[in-house]
Structure formats: structure tokens, C-alpha cells
């Protein structure tokens, strides 16, 4: 059974682009939800999306946004890009939002110049 | 607030027992997860605790105590590839998987 995939694994773009990271989860999981890790703040929750709506969001500005599509891969947007949104993006999946397992892909690394 | 404490840095010697704390102070509590990242990889989920006591899955353990905000991981018979970071989260809704992590710990082990 694949993992949670997530590409691409390494960009580099420069501050004020915008960028798109995708995330397909696993096999049969219809809950996606996406984190930011940064050495300073470690792992903070950006939001999480079930049958293709936003059902909770944690305290990032509104230049992160995300949506699903209906075969539950996930798709990240960082619009205006700053330096410290320089990071590592990790998706996770599970079945359901009912508390069970999230298992993580190998992540994102953002590089903002 | 959301608060959770674990220590940054410990160090171990192979074939030995480790025992790595968490206290928390959240917002709502609806089960405990521990998760081990080795450097440049994702975090792969090891324990998972909603109710008190402990859980034991092979060489590793989780123990949880809600009343005290405390949850400890304990690791057995150490080895060289257990090195890693090992992140204590929070799941803190009542229904959906917002997870408010730790800072993590990172644990050597030596030989």
C-alpha cells in the first residue's frame, strides 16, 4: 500500500511568488491535513480538509490556503511568498477526522529567497 | 493556550532504557500521540493514548496520566538506529485531527 505522497520535494522560489504544493494521500484515507516544521516553531497546524471541505484551520494569515478534490488529494497555496514561510510542509493522512491514526509524507522543503 | 514540554536533547547508551516526558496544557484533549522523526524524513507514528495507563507495542511504550497533564515514552533495549527526534502532540479537538505538537526531543544513543 503507497504512503502519502507529496510533491515536489524541494523549491526554491523567490519572496512575493506564489506556490502550490500537492499532497496524495493514502489509499482509501479521505481526511488530509497540512503542517508547517520550522527549527524555531517546530511542527504548527496549518488546516485539515475531509470530503473536499476546510474543516479546521490553525492560526496562519490568509495567504495560506488549500482545498481537496474529490479522490481526496490535497493541493497547498502560499500566495506573496515571505522568507519566513521558508520551510518544511508536511501532509498527513488518515481515514476519517474521528480521531484516528495521521500518518505523515516526507514533506515539502520550501525555500524562499 | 496550547502548551506541550518535552525535553530538547537527551542522550542514551545502546541496549539501555530511556524514558522521554511530555506535560501538557491544552485546550481540549482528545487523545496523546507520540511520533519519531529521524532527520530529513516524515514523522512515523509509534503510540497513541486517550486513555490513562500504559500502552506497550514491542521495544516501545506510552504511558498517559490525564488528570497530571503527562504522558511518557519508553524506549527498550536501545539501538543505534532509535536516534531520532521524538514529537509528543495533542490531538485537541472533540472531532477532527488538529494535532498541537511538542517541540521534540531529540534522543542519541551511543555505543
Known amino acids: 500500500k503507497a504512503g502519502v505522497t507529496q510533491t515536489p520535494r524541494y523549491l526554491i522560489k523567490t519572496r512575493g511568488q506564489q506556490v502550490t504544493l500537492s499532497c496524495s494521500p493514502i489509499s482509501g484515507h479521505r481526511s488530509v491535513s497540512w503542517y508547517q516544521q520550522t527549527p524555531g516553531q517546530g511542527l504548527q497546524f496549518l488546516f485539515e480538509y475531509f470530503s473536499e471541505t476546510q474543516r479546521n484551520k490553525g492560526n496562519f494569515p490568509g495567504r495560506f490556503s488549500g482545498r481537496q478534490f474529490s479522490n481526496s488529494r490535497s493541493e497547498m497555496n502560499v500566495s506573496t511568498l515571505e522568507l519566513g514561510d521558508s520551510a518544511l510542509y508536511l501532509c498527513?493522512?488518515?481515514?476519517?477526522?474521528?480521531?484516528?491514526?495521521?500518518?505523515f509524507g516526507a514533506g515539502t522543503r520550501l525555500s524562499v529567497l | 493556550g496550547q502548551n506541550i514540554d518535552q525535553p530538547t536533547e537527551m542522550t542514551a547508551t545502546e541496549g539501555a532504557i530511556v524514558q522521554i516526558n511530555c506535560t501538557y496544557q491544552t485546550s481540549g484533549f482528545n487523545g496523546l500521540f507520540w511520533y519519531q522523526q529521524h532527520a530529513g524524513e516524515a514523522p512515523t507514528f509509534l503510540s497513541y493514548?486517550?486513555?490513562?495507563g500504559l500502552e506497550e507495542k514491542g521495544r516501545f511504550s506510552s504511558f498517559l496520566s490525564r488528570s497530571k497533564g503527562y504522558s511518557y515514552l519508553l524506549l527498550k533495549e536501545l539501538q543505534m538506529k532509535d536516534s531520532a527526534s521524538y514529537l509528543c502532540a495533542v490531538r485537541v479537538m472533540e472531532y477532527g485531527n488538529k494535532l498541537v505538537f511538542g517541540a521534540g526531543t531529540i534522543l542519541r544513543v551511543k555505543s
Open positions: 493514548n486517550v486513555l490513562d
Open positions: 498527513a493522512s488518515s481515514l476519517d477526522p474521528s480521531g484516528n491514526i495521521q500518518y
